[in-house]
């Protein structure tokens, strides 16, 4: 098992970035799937972005040219820069791994975007 740590959430005005990490406790090289999730206020739990071991990203259509992911694994930790932010962005952001059949996730950063 792997735990995961998010970071970097915070009260931002619209259009401004912020940069959440999502460290994890052991290497991330044999991680094949890791991903940011967000849950706003009485909303499903949805995908905002992948990414895998190789490299290939995926992105939520209302985030796409404002978001990117990326992963170092030398630092084991993987990152989401979030720019132009917008009010609708507000929600939990969820960082989860997928590997070896398991499925971790870690315990969220609160982003808020106030316009």
């Known amino acids: 098992q792997v735990q995961l740590v998010e970071s970097g959430g915070g009260l931002v005005q619209a259009g401004g970035s912020l940069r959440l990490s999502c460290a994890a406790s052991?290497?991330?090289?044999?991680?094949?799937?890791m991903g940011w999730y967000r849950q706003a206020p009485g909303k499903q739990r949805e995908l905002v972005a992948t990414?895998?071991?190789?490299?290939?990203?995926n992105y939520a259509d209302s985030v796409k040219g404002r978001f990117t992911i990326s992963r170092d694994n030398a630092k084991s930790t993987v990152y989401l820069q979030m720019n132009t932010l917008k009010p609708e962005d507000t929600a939990v952001y969820y960082c989860k791994a997928i590997y070896s059949g398991y499925v971790d996730w870690g315990q969220g950063t609160q982003v808020t975007v106030c316009s």
């Open positions: 052991r290497t991330i090289d044999s991680i094949y799937f």
């Open positions: 990414i895998t071991s190789g490299g290939r990203t």
